[in-house]
């Protein structure tokens, strides 16, 4: 499109969730709420890790590193949307919005390496116990944790370098509650073509790729379970990964119904709303489900309150 002598745009508004006061307001509380709760419960798991040695294995230096992720990754997103619930006027430059983009996708590229880590590394503990710890030991962990980050941050540079090129000349209202692909691409006056085209390229090979290397993982650790003669051990064995299954099951069930479809596909409506599941409710169930699912972490959680009950003696 020709942008000559039309005003460049150097900041969006966000629209958020619309609606009257009161429902902004309780929609305001709920999400507060969850945001503070996940705060809490992945800092406690981090916190647990750190403090008790016989957590330092390679399965809860992985969990450690989702925590801390996820934490970024809720951050990056749910202070606008807090914002878009008490005012009507949400604003954020050109370039902030740009950068929100850049960490949104890189922690969320990190978040989906680091699930099929997770998920190769139950494969190993359950399929191959013997040579686990020759396997994953723990300078292949922290290269596998490490390798998550670096991927997951070069994934998206491309796409938002040359998003970073595109003109804005209004209008300048962003459908959403953050800096989405979408709704960027629909305010430029630049030919986005090329920029949508490699950014949902990019999103669907990281998105599917680690996808299908998860679910062939936890495929193998399936036949494993059925093979195993003892009742017991099969659902002790299940027990020790159901809880990562679940949390792989929340978020990719979402962000594959948000970003692996045609764009012309887009409903902003909808999109919205699957984003809260990612950016909202997937961080807190995290904790959530390996705490109260998981006996170790429960018993250092206890003893860690205990070290804590006597220093206060």
């Known amino acids: 499109m020709d942008v000559t002598n039309q005003t460049t745009v150097t900041q969006f508004i966000f629209l958020g969730f619309s609606g009257v006061l009161y429902l902004r307001l309780t929609l305001f509380v709920i999400f507060l709420t969850v ?3 996940s705060l809490m419960g992945n800092s406690l798991i981090i916190f647990i890790v750190l403090m008790d040695i016989t957590l330092q294995t390679p399965m809860y230096i992985f969990l450690g590193n989702l ?6 990754y809720t951050t990056a997103t749910v202070p606008k949307l807090l914002a878009t619930c008490l005012s009507q006027v949400v604003t954020i430059s050109v370039s902030g919005c740009i950068t929100q983009y850049y960490f949104f996708f890189s922690m969320g590229a990190t978040e989906c390496i680091l ?11 359950i399929c191959s116990p013997l040579r686990y710890s020759l396997l994953m030991s723990l300078q292949v962990c922290l290269w596998f944790s490490a ?3 670096i991927g997951g941050f070069i994934a998206p540079l491309l796409p938002t ?6 003109n804005f000349c209004g209008p300048q209202k962003i459908n959403h509650f953050f800096c989405d ?3 960027i691409f629909k305010l430029s006056c630049s030919d986005t073509f090329l920029v949508e085209t490699l950014g949902y390229t990019c999103s669907s090979v990281v998105i599917l790729s680690s996808f299908l290397l998860t679910m062939s993982s936890y495929g193998h650790i399936v036949v494993t379970i059925i093979r195993l003669s ?3 051990a099969r659902k002790k064995t299940f027990s020790t990964c159901a809880s990562h299954l679940t949390v792989v099951s929340i978020y990719y069930g979402t962000i594959i119904f948000a970003y692996v479809r045609p764009p012309a596909k887009y409903n902003f409506t909808i999109g919205k709303v699957i984003s809260v599941f990612y950016c909202v409710v997937t961080p807190l169930v995290n904790p959530l489900l390996y705490t109260l699912r998981n006996k170790d972490v429960k018993k250092a959680f206890r003893k860690a309150l205990a070290q804590k009950r006597l220093l206060l003696v």
Not at 161 to 166: N, R, T, V, W
């Open 35 to 37: 945001y503070l709760l």
């Open 67 to 72: 925590s801390f992720l996820e934490i970024w």
């Open 115 to 125: 699930l099929a880590v997770m998920a190769y590394d139950r494969y190993l503990a």
């Open 147 to 149: 390798g998550s980050w």
């Open 161 to 166: 370098i040359l998003i970073s090129h595109l």
């Open 181 to 183: 692909s979408d709704p």
């Open 230 to 232: 003892s009742r017991e």
